[in-house]
């Protein structure tokens, strides 16, 4: 079984500052691309950022040069440093990582999401 588990949302306001985090745990042996979606009602998924196991890292055009994403691998956890946030990042953030369990098999799991709103 494998779990991830974001923390960090909450309401912030315009230009403020966010960090999200992500934990995953259980019968991991290997843990490779992590990232961040977000999806605000009525709106399909829409991709956020991600990093490789080296720490290869690719950002939306939206967010680049404001979000930052980052990698524990000692802890198996990934962040989101949001800066600079506007009313349009309101979304619920869900991160999700591929990864292969004890047993060899490799999937990609997803967290249940953390609210992030953005507001004055």
């Known amino acids: 079984q494998v779990q991830l588990v974001e923390s960090g949302g909450g309401l912030v306001q315009p230009g403020g500052s966010l960090r999200l985090s992500c934990a995953a745990s259980?019968?991991?042996?290997?843990?490779?691309?992590m990232g961040w979606y977000r999806q605000t009602p009525g709106k399909q998924r829409e991709f956020v950022a991600r990093?490789?196991?080296?720490?290869?890292?690719v950002y939306a055009d939206s967010v680049k040069g404001r979000f930052t994403i980052s990698r524990d691998n000692a802890k198996n956890t990934v962040y989101l440093q949001m800066n600079s946030l506007k009313p349009e990042d309101t979304a619920v953030y869900s991160c999700?990582?591929?990864?292969?369990?004890?047993?060899?098999?490799?999937?990609?799991?997803w967290g249940r999401g953390t609210q992030v709103t953005v507001s004055s």
């Open positions: 990093i490789g196991s080296g720490g290869t890292t």
């Open positions: 259980g019968s991991i042996f290997s843990i490779y691309i």
């Open positions: 999700y990582a591929d990864i292969q369990t004890t047993t060899r098999a490799r999937s990609v799991y």
